[in-house]
């Protein structure tokens, strides 16, 4: 059974920063890609942040400068540093792998970032 559980997720005013932590289970972790996606009501889910089981990164446009992602394959945790937060960061945030063994896509359980203006 794979398990991801999202932590860190709280309230902040906007210029304010967030980590976000992932642990997971049940995957064989240093193999796998480990992605964070957000939903923001009324919006569809989109990627924000992808590392490599290399260490490679990459990011939406509109978190680039701001959002750092990182690994540490010893803990089975990927985490999301999110600072100069905006308003329009405001989502509920997912962390995301697509298991290289069967196929199939997990999702943690969300948690809510709100950023005040």
């Known amino acids: 059974q794979v398990d991801l559980v999202e932590s860190g997720g709280g309230s902040v005013q906007a210029g304010g920063s967030l980590r976000l932590s992932c642990a997971a289970s049940g995957i064989v972790f240093s193999n796998n890609f480990m992605n964070w996606y957000r939903q923001a009501p009324g919006e569809q889910r989109e990627l924000v942040a992808r590392?490599?089981?290399?260490?490679?990164?990459n990011y939406a446009d509109s978190v680039k400068g701001r959002f750092t992602i990182s690994r540490d394959n010893a803990k089975n945790t990927v985490w999301l540093q999110m600072n100069s937060l905006k308003p329009e960061d405001t989502a509920v945030y997912y962390c995301n792998v697509l298991s290289t063994l069967t196929g199939i896509n997990y999702w943690g359980q969300g948690t809510q970032v709100t950023v005040s203006s």
């Open positions: 590392i490599t089981s290399a260490g490679n990164t």
